[in-house]
């Protein structure tokens, strides 16, 4: 029985333990879990050049016991400095799950049984200066080594999207739907990596020309890792781009920071050509399996050498492709394409690239009755481009709408017919050698039509281009885009130079259009967040089109409509380079107001895909010109609540000189005539000089600045002066006087003015009165208060028809505005044998705390029942004082 009982209560005494360890391992992470986040935050925080954020950490003992489990949501990196603002990772969840007993054992390596990212967005970018933006450690002061080993076992990436791009090449890799685990001993110094890939999405481009466009990823790879050497080799791999099978072979290295010493070769073990068709953009359809193809194919190639940034080397390289009669036909589709053959060869020998060679010495294909064939061949494509090739046949947009599939698109038609013979070297072009250059033939489009789902119809019923020695011929181009027309002439005067890296491509143009409608050809539809949706990149990562240029541009448009905006007789001519914009004219219509400009702006191409500062001088001429359009809202639909207004911000990486000179100005309803001066836009600022109109029946000058640096709360600092303004005018259009100066609305007259304020913007564009600052003076040279109550019932009271209308002639007073309230300083006043001294304030929100002291001649004052009395009393109190002997003489004036 005593047994029993001691067994029981043991019993008790383990369960009661069990279950405080339990709720112990339940409750620790709980208990420092802030602690933990702060703690997280911080040294990732310090010791990255980089913001990192989470929103949540989870610690667990229990999940996968006896490991320990953390848990990072949403967890984020985005760059600083240069890269303010580029998201360089955001992952949805971040897990990793340690060896418990390994992680407090120094003497062991660290042992990570599974890291696991879900939903990450990983966005790579390499400047045009080799800047990156994960170089995000910094230096530590600590030069000892730490000989920290980690026993990952295995990692996997579940619904991830990648972005690599690399401006040095400037090269460009997109992966989407991203799904990767790899399994190895990195505790070794030699060891097996075992890696699983697929990604929904692989894109592929180089020097803007897409190689790979969304084609489906399946990659089983195997890499033996040999940390010591930085070296990776490929041991048994699977490959497949959509149907296309590649066997590759051969190792990566890492000798030193700055070179990747690389020997791969690839090769394509099918010779189906329905397996090469299907890497082709548009070609791998849903029920691929269904499209009959004829014909074979060989591909293969190799990359062996150096490659290297700083100083730049490339690697050898050569690649091999070749078609023979291979034909295809989809289901579905009427017609087949047929007779295809390509032989194609891209040789570079060694690390120079002008060694260089592309030889397609043949293309053919057929659609219907009609061949399109040609060839091509680039030598020397650095030092001095050559390039040999004939394009001939013609190809019919129909019968291509017929053959292949063209998704989204809902009519497609039309001819373009190609006769052309090529073989120049840039070197004859630029000495104006042209019986060196073989340069003739044609290339003509006719009655082009397409249409695409979302898209206005495109027109287009003649283009023509001739080929010269001396130059290409934009001869004809007559286009209808939706309801816009445009005609487009001109000529390219050195072809050749888009080859080479250090030409220019020159040019001029001449476009004419009578009416082109820019609103079909602007988005309506909010653009889809990513999803996980990061911080939008900043202009960093920008991707430049070709930047090799110099055209001139001579355009004239009848009619333009662009927003709720109506454009007419718009004249533009000026020479064009990415970084040079020299505008010679640019002039318009806009309903009654006219505008022309002229001048240069610089670093546009830089501004736009390189952070770099716009600059310029611009000069702005106008008859007539109302601001009013561009000052207005749209009001909102009906049961809509309008949109908050937002404060204009001034662009940040801006410097630019603003002259104008306006012969008439409407702004609300103020008029200005004769407006000139100059603004300087430069450091999220706008800053105002000398500028000045006619106005309010006088003149006004106006200097000072709009600052957005705090884009929060943007102020405005400025200095007036004003001459000969009637008051009744400025009351009625002029906010700022209408709070600022109320009594305004009882003077008639003309007043001059000097004065400053400052104060930071509302959310209504409206001064904030209770934080506005102004101090300044004001010169009423011939006024009158007419109709203000307060002094028409004194005036009745005390019977005195002069207080009733005060001129008001060369008075000068000084004000302050501060606290909501403005103070104007006493002053003295005499009007009709009345003294006057008037002070006091009024708050923006319209009480008024003034003090009027009037010193008027007793003769005034005694001719209403009040002043008569006042009279006879005092007269009574000198009587009886005179009877005591006192001398108590009424005065001329009686204090009110």
């Not at 790879?221 to 149907?243: V, W």
């Not at 070609?283 to 190799?302: H, N, T, W």
């Not at 207005?632 to 001034?650: F, R």
């Amino acid at each position: 029985m005593k047994t029993g009982k001691i067994v029981k209560r043991l019993g008790l005494l383990l369960a009661l333990v069990l279950v405080l360890v339990v709720g112990a391992l339940l409750a620790l992470p709980y208990f420092f879990k802030d602690d933990i986040v702060a703690a997280v935050k911080n040294a990732a925080n310090d010791n990255l050049r980089a913001r990192v954020d989470f929103s949540d950490v989870g610690l667990s003992l229990l999940r996968d016991f006896p490991n320990l489990c953390l848990e990072l949501k949403e967890f984020s990196i985005v760059g600083v400095d240069e890269f303010e603002g580029v998201p360089l990772a955001w992952v949805g969840k971040l897990q990793v799950v340690v060896n418990l007993r390994s992680a407090l054992n120094a003497d062991q390596p660290l042992e990570i049984r599974k890291v696991l990212l879900e939903e990450p967005y990983l966005n790579v970018l390499v400047l045009p200066d080799g800047r990156a933006n994960y170089d995000i450690a910094l230096p530590s002061e600590d030069t000892s080594s730490a000989n920290v080993q980690i026993a990952l076992q295995e990692y996997r990436i579940h619904k991830g999207n990648l972005r690599y791009e690399d401006q040095t090449l400037p090269f460009l890799l997109e992966l989407e739907d991203l799904e990767h685990r790899g399994r190895g001993d990195f505790t070794l110094d030699v060891f097996e990596l075992q890696t699983q890939t697929r990604a929904a999405a692989l894109t592929l481009a180089y020097d803007g020309i897409a190689y790979l466009n969304r084609a489906v990823l399946d990659w089983n790879a195997g890499l033996n890792i040999n940390l010591p050497e930085m070296k990776f080799t490929l041991t048994d791999n699977d490959l497949r781009l959509n149907q296309l099978q590649l066997d590759l072979d051969g190792f990566i290295a890492l000798p030193n920071e700055t070179d990747t010493e690389l020997d791969l070769s690839f090769n394509a073990p099918s010779n189906d050509f329905k397996d090469l068709l299907s890497i082709i953009p548009n070609a791998y359809i849903e029920g691929y399996e269904d499209v009959r193809a004829e014909g074979s194919f060989a591909l293969s190639g190799f990359v062996k050498g150096v490659y290297s940034a700083q100083p730049e080397r490339y690697p050898a390289f050569k690649i091999q492709l070749a078609v023979n009669d291979a034909r295809v036909q989809y289901p579905d589709l009427p017609l087949p394409i047929r007779g295809i053959r390509a032989e194609a060869l891209v040789n570079s020998p060694n690390d120079n690239l002008d060694f260089l060679t592309v030889d397609l010495s043949s293309f053919r294909l057929q659609l219907g009755d009609n061949p399109f064939e040609g060839r091509l061949s680039i030598r020397t494509p650095l030092s001095d481009p050559q390039v040999a090739g004939r394009i001939q046949g013609r190809l019919d947009f129909g019968q291509l709408a017929q053959a292949f599939p063209l998704p989204g698109v809902e009519q497609l038609a039309g001819r373009l017919d190609a006769d052309l013979t090529l073989d120049a070297r840039q070197s004859a072009l630029d000495r104006a050698q042209y019986d060196k250059v073989k340069m003739d033939g044609t290339l003509r489009l006719s009655d082009f039509e397409y249409r695409a789902a979302g898209t206005p119809p495109v027109k287009i019923p003649t283009l023509r281009a001739a080929f010269s020695p001396q130059f290409v011929a934009l001869e004809e181009m007559k286009t209808q885009l939706g309801r816009s027309d445009l005609q487009a002439s001109g000529r390219l005067d050195n072809l050749l130079a888009y080859l080479r890296p250090d030409q220019t491509l020159r040019g001029s143009f001449t476009l004419r259009s009578q009416f082109f409608d820019a609103n079909e050809w602007m988005s309506t539809e909010k653009a889809p967040e990513p999803e996980p949706a990061p911080e939008t990149p900043a202009p960093t990562s920008a991707e430049a089109p070709f930047d090799r240029f110099d055209f001139a541009l001579d355009a004239a448009f009848g009619k333009i409509v662009y927003d709720t905006y109506v454009i007419e007789d718009l004249v533009a001519r000026g020479r064009f380079t990415p970084n040079a914009l020299d505008l010679e004219t640019l002039r318009f219509r806009l309903d009654d107001s006219d505008l022309a400009v002229q001048g240069q702006l610089r670093n546009a191409w830089d501004y736009l895909f390189h952070g770099a500062t716009l600059a310029g001088d611009i000069q702005v001429r106008s008859r007539f010109f109302d601001l009013n359009p561009f000052m207005t809202e749209s009001a909102p639909a009906e049961g809509e609540t309008p949109a908050p207004t937002e404060p204009i911000l001034v662009p940040e990486n801006v410097n630019i000189g603003l002259q104008g000179q306006f012969d008439r100005l409407h702004y609300t309803d103020l008029d200005l005539e004769d407006v000139r001066g100059q603004l300087r836009i430069a450091d999220r600022a706008v800053k105002i000089e000398n500028l000045s109109a006619r106005a309010l029946g006088g003149t006004m000058q106006l200097t000072g600045g709009y600052d957005t640096r705090n884009p929060e709360a943007p102020k405005f600092d400025l200095g007036y002066v004003m001459e000969r303004i009637d008051f009744s005018q400025a009351f009625q259009k002029l906010v700022t006087v209408q709070k600022l100066a109320p009594i305004a609305r009882y003077i008639e007259g003309n007043f001059n003015a000097r004065f400053s304020m400052n104060s930071e913007l509302g959310q209504d564009l409206m001064p904030n009165w209770q934080t506005l600052l102004a101090e300044g003076f004001i010169h009423t040279t011939n006024g009158r208060i007419r109709g203000f109550k307060p002094l028409g019932l004194i005036a009745d009271k005390l019977n005195v028809a002069d207080l009733k209308e005060i001129p008001l002639k060369d008075s000068k007073n000084w004000f302050e505005v501060k606290n909501g309230a403005v103070e104007l300083m006493p002053f003295d006043y005499t009007y009709q044998d009345i003294a006057l001294n008037i002070g006091g304030k009024h708050f923006v929100t319209g009480e008024m705390d003034y003090t009027i002291l009037a010193k008027i001649p007793r003769e005034k004052i005694g001719r209403n029942p009040v002043g008569a009395a006042a009279n006879t009393g005092l007269e009574f109190l000198s009587q009886e004082a005179s009877k005591l002997g006192l001398n108590l003489e009424a005065g001329e004036f009686v204090n009110v």
